[in-house]
């Protein structure tokens, strides 16, 4: 079964096309690669399936049902997941509170929400996903006293918190060290082996060509090439649109 499937996407800012007509599929349980250059419109394109844009033309369908233009907060209740480039904690709260906030959008009425009802079930699963993700040893620390490794995987907890069945990940290893992009990947890897579909926007290509049995390439909001990263990399016109086409 399709997870997600992309018909025809467009998108386009005052006159300039930033999708142009783009098409692809991502399979239920599938761990799918997003690449391209600056500019190629990876983000647009989240943004776009997340309805944090609306699409100027296409179709955004989820497990089957259409989800074009829907409101984000509504996507978000339905299943989909998603982190962006920047990092969106919040650095005032603790990280129990910052792991606990970010659930609290899928769950119930603003009564249910006031008296706490499912407040020991969040409390047990944030501090599951903290030991997944080894920072169950700052869970009183305010946000802002983390260091940027470890606000990383808080923000990519707080995406688990609503257990989605499809999750956006854009750049997740962006701006960490070697050991932290290794365990971010153990844990993705290990996520997807739970069942989770994921999808994976990233610039180092030893990540998205270590982790993903399939991968789509973009080039000015072009879908220029689909494959397995063997043939991703072989494939001229992914060579040409990363480092100049040849003289």
Partial sequence: MKALEVQGLQKSFDGFAALKGVNLHVDSGELFGLIGPNGSGKTTLFNCITGTLRCSGGRVQFKGRDITNRAPNLIYKMGIGRTCQLIEVFPQMTVMDNMLLAIQEVQGSMLSRLLRVNEQANVERALELLEFLR?????????????????????????????PQLIL???PTCGVETEMRQQMME???ELNGRGHTIVVIEHNMDVVMG???????????????????????KNQRVIDAYFGAGE
């Fill in 211 to 233: 982790l993903c049995g399939r991968i789509a390439v973009l080039d000015s909001g072009e879908k220029i090439a689909e494959g397995t990263p063997d043939e991703i990399q």
């Fill in 135 to 163: 920072i169950s040893h700052v869970i009183d620390e305010y946000a802002r006293n983390l260091s940027y490794g470890q606000q990383k995987l808080l923000d990519f907890g707080m995406v688990l918190m609503s257990a």
């Fill in 187 to 189: 844990y993705i890897r």
């Fill in 169 to 171: 990940l854009d750049e």
